[in-house]
């Protein structure tokens, strides 16, 4: 298996050929990227850098041209880091389930730019969340308007053949792994799968159980960890700081013959937060290796 570690784990003010320079020091095989709405969002961080330096302004958006996003893959290859995979928070402020049709429409147009800057950026899997349930839309509507929206996006991956992963995550919505696979097998597409993330299902459930419902499925994986003492949104937690039973996770991992990425997704240290990426980076070993 793989390290890897998604953009959010350095402060917002950290620049991606910062991420990238501070990763590959630290012993990781990727760097996860994530797709902004605009460039606007970084008009303060592109204050704080250089503009001698084009490197230091480039940002992952959606008004990105491509010419830009190549010049990310460049960097990277320079690096010698790779861009397994593109995540993004948009999907909670365009959710594929709206009741307005606009925002849906939104939603797949980002799905689709993703797709595009997966193939130009050199990865092979995009990061989606399905939908979100809440008192305004219903269980069986959003479940009936994500697995239309996948139906059609799934033509899109499979043109530009970059795999969507469709996340596990805190949205009450398809919360149990035979759920999460029946919906995936609707799908029906080689290029629609699953992005496994660890920590986000451990408050309810067990990860290995789900590992072994999903198996093939599994496209990308996203590791954190969670204290169950806790048990809200303040309980994820840096690895092995929580209660996941990490010999019994790669132990799962391997008997679906997953042997991907491991991608670390973490809230950055308020203080010194190179130090996050470096004790990330050991504990992955400490995993992997476990």
């Known amino acids: 298996m793989k390290k890897g570690v998604n953009a959010w784990c350095f402060p917002g003010n950290v620049t991606i050929r910062q991420c990238m320079e501070v990763a590959s020091k630290a012993g990781f095989d990727g760097l996860e990227l994530n797709l902004n709405e605009s460039k606007s969002e970084f008009a303060s961080k592109e204050a704080t850098v250089s503009k001698t330096d084009l490197y230091d302004v480039l940002v992952l958006s959606m008004e990105s041209p491509t010419e830009e996003i190549q010049l990310i893959k460049e960097m990277a290859e320079q690096y010698k880091i790779d861009i397994p995979s593109v995540s993004t928070d948009l999907f909670?402020?365009?959710?594929?389930?709206?009741?307005?049709?606009n925002v849906r429409t939104k939603a797949m147009e980002i799905v689709k730019k993703m797709i595009d800057s997966a193939k130009i950026l050199g990865a092979d899997t995009v990061l989606v969340?399905?939908?979100?349930?809440?008192e305004e839309v219903s269980y069986k509507t959003a479940y009936d308007r994500s697995l239309e929206c996948f139906l059609e996006l799934?033509?899109?991956?499979e043109e530009k053949e970059i795999h969507i992963g469709v996340e596990n995550v805190w949205n009450k919505f398809l919360m149990s792994p035979?759920?999460?696979r029946s919906f995936i097998d609707k799908i029906n597409s080689p290029f629609v799968g699953t992005y496994f993330d660890v920590g986000n299902v451990l408050n309810f459930s067990y990860p290995e159980y789900w590992i072994e419902i999903l198996s093939d499925t599994i496209r990308k994986v996203h590791v954190?960890?969670?204290?169950?003492?806790?048990?809200?949104?303040?309980?994820?937690?840096s690895l092995l700081e929580g209660d996941v039973n990490w010999i019994k996770v790669i132990e799962a991992f391997r008997k679906v013959g997953y042997?991907?990425?491991?991608?670390?997704?973490?809230?950055p240290y308020r203080l010194f937060p190179e130090e996050?990426?470096?004790s990330t980076s050991k504990?992955?070993?400490?995993?992997?290796?476990s």
């Open 92 to 101: 909670w402020k365009y959710p594929l389930t709206s009741n307005d049709t």
């Open 129 to 134: 969340v399905p939908g979100l349930v809440d």
């Open 154 to 157: 799934r033509k899109y991956a």
């Open 276 to 278: 996050l990426i470096i």
């Open 224 to 237: 954190k960890d969670f204290k169950t003492s806790i048990g809200n949104i303040t309980g994820f937690t």
């Open 283 to 289: 504990a992955l070993d400490k995993i992997i290796h």
């Open 178 to 180: 035979l759920e999460m």
């Open 259 to 267: 042997d991907g990425y491991l991608t670390a997704e973490l809230t």
